[in-house]
């Protein structure tokens, strides 16, 4: 390979780096509370800048471009580490990132200025990108339960931390080529470009992708969340209810339920007073219902339950929960006032549509509302 080709294979791994750390750059202009974002972009670029520093040898003092282009590599891997660890809601910490800088300074100096030994640096290096890496991996496991993008984000880390260490052994061994050119023109700096191209983009973009999804995943949230009571709003519910009831085989239990004169809390009280309510009694069934559970805000003060493999009892049981909790709320009114709720119960007779399903426990909740409000009524209509 000529010079000229030779160098067009070197730049392939920094120019990559840099489009996707503009990318992040792109991305976090849209979303600007993600600030791991520009980390990232960070650690990108960095990264860049210390392999072009090798790549054209500027500085030309060969000591100083070492410690330049080691203080590059190693606070662009920090940076893509704590940007990784920031999006997981974790953290490295301004304390770590000093010291590993300050050692990985110290070491270079050493083993060029006291002790000149670039096999040592090499492995100072690649040893210790591969074991930040890999720590920040480990801290980014997931359950199994977790989504498909976060254990592939983490099956790449992985790949990407590990083989740090056998390309550095297999490709260097215990000995470099003497001279810069020869360096240069080693199957160790070959290798370590090839896979800073192949791996090192392929890790940035499963993150760019992380990113996207969890982007759009809040998008969704919003736009089938109810934001006040914090339940799913009445799009998001419909969607959710059709799909369990599409896939569902056993028994599943409706509960309609509203609040009893919830106007007149509004007008007595104004809407403030009324919106607190609802976010309290929000609350109130998030913290009852089972993990499978669907709930959703479906109109003003209406909402809907849907429990899997439940029957009437197991619907009734849940009432008598949340009237207990509810009884015992104390909610922020002007005056002393007690908030109460109506049901309406109906069971799935097995391939039951929501819409019909809906309909039964509505016209329960019909019967509850006008014998007195405050209590429950089982549908028994076919």
Not at 184 to 194: E, I, N, R, T, Y
Request: hydrophobic share 50%; glycine share 8%; with cysteine.
């Amino acid at each position: 390979m000529d010079d000229i080709g030779r160098l067009a294979f070197l730049l392939i791994g920094p120019g990559t780096l840099i489009v996707f750390g503009l990318g992040f750059l792109w991305v976090w202009l849209i979303e600007r509370q993600r600030h791991y974002l520009l980390l990232l972009a960070s650690g990108c670029v960095l990264f860049s800048m210390g392999a072009l520093t090798q790549i054209f040898y500027v500085p030309s003092d060969t000591g100083l471009n070492a410690i330049v282009s080691n203080a590059f590599y190693t606070s662009a891997v920090l940076l893509v580490a704590e940007g990784l660890l920031r999006r997981a809601g974790k953290r490295f910490g301004f304390v770590p990132h000093i010291v590993l800088m300050a050692s990985s300074a110290l070491l270079i100096w050493y083993f060029f200025y006291v002790e000149r030994n670039l096999v040592a640096r090499v492995y100072i290096q690649n040893f210790g990108f591969g074991l930040i890496l890999l720590v920040t991996a480990l801290r980014l496991a997931r359950p199994v339960r977790a989504r498909a993008i976060d254990r592939t984000l983490f099956w790449v880390l992985l790949i990407f931390a590990v083989q740090f260490f056998p390309r550095t052994v297999l490709t260097l061994g215990f000995s470099a080529p003497e001279g810069a050119r020869a360096f240069g023109q080693s199957l160790f700096w070959s290798v370590l470009h090839l896979s800073l191209a192949v791996l090192g983009a392929g890790l940035a973009f499963v993150i760019l992708a992380a990113v996207v999804t969890d982007m759009v995943e809040d998008l969704r949230r919003e736009r089938d969340h109810d934001q006040l009571t914090g339940v799913l709003n009445r799009r998001g519910f419909e969607n959710r209810a059709d799909h369990l009831l599409a896939g569902s085989t056993g028994m599943v239990a409706l509960v309609l339920c509203d609040l009893d004169h919830f106007k007149r809390i509004n007008d007595t009280f104004g809407h403030a007073a009324g919106d607190e309510v609802l976010e309290a009694f929000g609350a109130i069934l998030r913290r009852n219902i089972r993990r499978r559970d669907v709930v959703g805000r479906i109109g003003g003060e209406e909402f809907s339950i849907l429990l899997p493999d439940a029957d009437a009892e197991g619907a009734h049981e849940l009432i008598a929960r949340l009237r207990a909790v509810l009884g015992q709320t104390t909610f922020r009114l002007p005056e002393a006032a007690c908030v109460t709720a109506s049901f309406g119960i109906a069971v799935s007779r097995g391939g039951e549509q929501r819409a019909a399903l809906m309909a039964r426990a509505d016209s329960a909740l019909y019967q509850a509302k006008n014998t007195g409000r405050n209590r429950a009524m089982l549908s028994t209509n076919v």
